[in-house]
């Protein structure tokens, strides 16, 4: 069985912790922008905070982020941190 150096998983790892850090700034810059433009619009409509077009952005980005997250996050939550590892080990055993 092939073992994983630790040069190997400390790549891994700042890899993954980039990717975390990614999609945090995507976050960030996600809501900061979407509440500009709600506020903005919100103030500046006639139709005021009921006005749905001021929330078109915010819907169709969330979208995006959530794809984000899912790629970030999505094999965690389904399929556990060591799952490629396990899967590995259970192949080679049989």
Known sequence: METCSNSEKLERAKRKVRRIKGF????????????????????????GFADMDSYYTAILWGFGLLAHGLTVFGSQMILGDDWEERKIREMMNK
């Open 24 to 47: 945090y700034i995507h976050a960030l810059v996600y809501l900061l922008v979407n509440l500009f433009i709600i506020f903005s619009n919100g103030f500046a409509e006639k139709n």
